[in-house]
């Protein structure tokens, strides 16, 4: 299953929660993560360096590398993808074969990397803030007609009135637009970078933890 997280607006927990749900994954069965923007956020957590690896023109054993952890492997951040040309589907169709799991921490952008992302993917996660300005990118990805299977989260919860109102106006979309999971604001997520860890390894009894697992159960 290869499940994308995607919003064109930054900044808004898809590394994070890319993070934790690979650890979630991995403890169902054989998990890669691919980091497709060149921050390299999310090869960050498991000591890899964003590098020119020209992921598209080598073998798929130059490219994945192993973790520390069972059953997860990566394919770093490669700063040379700005010259991709329409490969993606090729590299998924062989990935899939050797992967229970394949996760995907998109850009934030929209090229002809992530329309390709959007078409190949099985399904594409968009978190949004609990804020009208944040929503409005799902609608605009969702103008994109690219990909059927697109469902927004919200992350960064908070039990307040103005976050409750943004959940009673997603409540009112089609069922298939959205998760009915969704992430907490909370302290153990934003210190993840610090301990280069996920919730879920770190804190796997935590209220965090459960959601992860929770919102990985409503999607597969």
Known sequence: MIISLYNIKGGVGKTSTSINLVSVAS???KT???DLDIQGASSYFFNKK???RYIFQ???EKIIKSTQYENIDIIPADIKLEKYKNEMKELLSILRNRYDFIIMDAPASLNALTRDLLKHSDIILVPVLPNILSLRTYNQILKTKLAKNIKLFV???ENKPAHKKIIQTILKLP???YLKTYIPKSDLI??????KMSVVERFPESREAKVYEKMFEEII
Do not use: A
């Open 32 to 34: 890669l993560l691919w």
């Open 175 to 177: 069922k298939s637009q």
């Open 190 to 195: 934003e210190s993840m970078p610090f301990e």
């Open 50 to 52: 964003p590098k020119k």
């Open 58 to 60: 080598k073998p798929i």
């Open 155 to 157: 992350n960064g919860f």
């Open 27 to 29: 403890k169902k069965g």
